[in-house]
């Protein structure tokens, strides 16, 4: 071959590989999930329970996923407006040997494309080539989608083991948008431009709009039994989430990464929680002085098993 065609097909795949967005893939072996989040910024202006919808999530696991307060009258028909960047609390699975999240669905209405599900949609989260290739052969044509079709919209996501330099950590997949750099996001979501590299095995600070990258948020890791429903909870710096049965909530930071629950604001008809042997409350801490200085008491949750609400 002439050296000159050598330099274009050269230049062609360059060319490529620029043009391709990149984005982290976490092999993995066995059928465990984690809790993960995507960064979603609203296509329209959209009601709580329709981007809860979107997602296939309790409107509740949203707004919390958030730091939204949920105590509000009506907080489900709050309308959010267009543009605004939001976590979304999904299940992290492996399909295949890679990490991904399967669990939403999209139904499509008139005059949706593969592109403009992937692009507008779900704000970039996806290509209109992994819905096809999803769906199998439910998109025969992708120029022409039926109407009301279910659609399942694979979500990247990442596990790492939960964890970050050895700390618990939940991984947030973050779509890169035009003004952004690897520092801007190390800023915002209190890491490093090392770390983010290590994770994402970059070999450059490069970044370009469309990539997506897998951002570790420091968490407050729990330490329930595993027999408890919720197990593992683990919750983002700077958020909480509800539990056992919308009556616990458990927030973490922003001053320590200790996990901290308390009766949730919703609390409906729940069971007990009164520590055993005192008067104490979930949440509650009080401090005497002792004969061998301060005896701290605390009335911690401990999980919820069958029904019940474990309190030490
Ligand atoms: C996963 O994280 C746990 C603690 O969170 C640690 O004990 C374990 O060694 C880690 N496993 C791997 C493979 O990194
Ligand atoms: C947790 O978030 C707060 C801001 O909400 C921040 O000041 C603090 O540094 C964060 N902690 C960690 C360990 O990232
Ligand atoms: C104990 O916790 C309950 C519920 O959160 C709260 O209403 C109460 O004020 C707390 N009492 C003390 C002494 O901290
Ligand atoms: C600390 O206080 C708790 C309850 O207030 C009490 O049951 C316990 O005996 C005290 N422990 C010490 C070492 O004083
Ligand atoms: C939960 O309840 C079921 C049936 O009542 C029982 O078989 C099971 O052992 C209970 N689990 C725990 C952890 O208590």
Known sequence: MPESTLVAIAMLLLIAAIAESKSTIEPCANSDSCNALVGYTLYADLKVSEVAA???IDPIALLTANSIDISYADVENHILP????????IICSCVDGIRKSVSTRYKTRPSDTLGSIADSVYGGLVSGDQIREANGNLVTDPSVLDVGMSLVVPLPCTCFNSSDNFLPAVYLSYVVREMDSLAGIAARYYTTVTDLM????????AVKEGDIISVPLPACASNFPRYASDFALLVPNGSYAITASHCVQCSCGPGNLNLYCTPASLAVSCSSMQCKNSNLMLGNVTAQPSSAGCNVTTCSYGGFVNGTILTT
């Open 54 to 56: 979107l997602f296939q």
């Open 198 to 205: 290590n994770v994402n095995a970059m070999g450059s600070v």
């Open 82 to 89: 267009s543009q605004l960047f939001v976590k979304i609390p």
